[in-house]
C-alpha cells in the first residue's frame, strides 16, 4: 500500500507543481503599462492605507503623541514588546499636522507612535523613531471630521487599541 502512495504522489507530483508567469508579465501581455516599485519605493507605501468605515483615533483635534519604549527580551513589530512611557498632546493651532494625498492637502488630527528601540530604561526623543499614525482628515475650513483617514504602521497594534 505504501509504495502504490509513494507511486501515485511522484507521478502526480510534477503536475501539481509548475511554474507561472508572474504578474507583471502577465499585465504586460495584456498592453497594460506597469511599473515595477524599487525597494526604496515599496518600502515608502508598505503598511500605508487610507481608511474608511475604521474606528477613529483616540483624539479628534490635535495630534496625541505615545512615547514608547521596545523591551530587551521583545519582538520590534509586536506591540505587546512595548511599554508606554507617556504622551503628550498638541493642540490643533501648534502641530499644523497636514497630510497630502493626489496633490490634495487636508488637515488632520489624531496620534502618533514613536518608539526609542535603544538600549536603557529611560525614553530619549533623539533615539525615537516612527513606527505608526493613525491621522483623521479634517474639513480644511470647518476642521470637522471626514468619513476617512490614514494610517501607516509597522508592528501590530490593533487599530483601536491604545493602551495594553
Not at 495584456?30 to 515608502?44: H, T
Not at 492605507?49 to 474606528?55: C, E, F, N, S, V
Request: glycine share 6%; proline share 4%.
Amino acid at each position: 500500500m505504501k509504495k502504490i502512495c509513494i507511486a501515485v504522489i511522484i507521478y502526480l507530483l510534477p503536475n501539481l507543481v509548475f511554474a507561472q508567469t508572474s504578474i507583471l508579465a502577465t499585465l504586460r501581455a495584456q498592453g497594460i503599462k506597469v511599473l515595477a516599485l524599487s525597494e526604496q519605493r515599496l518600502s515608502k507605501i508598505r503598511g500605508t492605507a487610507r481608511l474608511t468605515d475604521q474606528p477613529l483615533p483616540s483624539v479628534s483635534s490635535g495630534i496625541k503623541t505615545y512615547n514608547m519604549k521596545l523591551n530587551r527580551f521583545g519582538n520590534e513589530h509586536d506591540y505587546r514588546s512595548y511599554r508606554i512611557m507617556g504622551s503628550e498632546w498638541s493642540p490643533p493651532s501648534e502641530h499644523g499636522q497636514s497630510y497630502v494625498e493626489n496633490g490634495f492637502k487636508y488637515k488632520v488630527s489624531g496620534d502618533r507612535w514613536l518608539a526609542d528601540k535603544s538600549s536603557g530604561t529611560d525614553w530619549n526623543i533623539n533615539n525615537a523613531t516612527e513606527v505608526d499614525y493613525h491621522y483623521q482628515a479634517l474639513h480644511n475650513e470647518t476642521g470637522a471630521p471626514l468619513s476617512f483617514g490614514w494610517r501607516e504602521t509597522s508592528w501590530s497594534r490593533p487599530i483601536s487599541t491604545f493602551s495594553w
